[in-house]
């Protein structure tokens, strides 16, 4: 085996990093903007949030898989922005997105204990009228905010890459030789 780096991360990270991506843009669009929107009278809701907590704790074990994949195959060098400090807040960056999608798990599954939605999603209990009376709610709602600004960032690197320094960086985090 040789010891140059690949070109490409492995395609089972790949495949990691794309679905996590679309489920998290689904989590945060459907949470931010649809979700607030119902009324936790309407009989709908209890199953929206039912779907939001199962696709939540899916993100959670996907997640720990890519961390597991992340320290045990190797992956492309790190890549060059052409300055110390975008260098930097790659690496900054790519380490919060890990940290703050653990945070957004724990503290929905912290809501899932505290509101005892398992009685909800079994109809034993009402729906809550206000999460924010459980304390994970406001550490839910921060993180979703810091975890938006985070992808908007990540998102324009990525474009930064491919359309200003023009070094084709998405084909890594793509399949192919
Ligand atoms: C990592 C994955 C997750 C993401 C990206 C995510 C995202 C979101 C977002 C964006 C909101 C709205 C926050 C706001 O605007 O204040 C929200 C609310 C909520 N999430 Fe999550 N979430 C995740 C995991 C979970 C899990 C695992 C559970 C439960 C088991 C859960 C339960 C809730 C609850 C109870 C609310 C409040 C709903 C309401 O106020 O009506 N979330 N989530």
New binding site residues.
Partial sequence: MSDTAPNRYHPAHVALHWLIALL?FM??GI??FV??GVS?DDPQKPMM?QS??Y???A??VLLIIRLVMRFTVRRPAAADAGNAFLNFLARAVHFLLYLL?IG??LS??G??QM?N?QAVFNGAQPYPQN?FDFLP?QG??LT?WL?LGLVLLHFGAALFHQFIRRDNLLARMWFGK
């Fill in positions: 998290v989590m945060l949470g931010k979700m607030p936790p949030l939001h907590a696709i939540g704790g993100i959670a999608l957004m798990a929905g599954l809501l899932y509101a939605l999460f709610r839910h709602g979703s975890l």
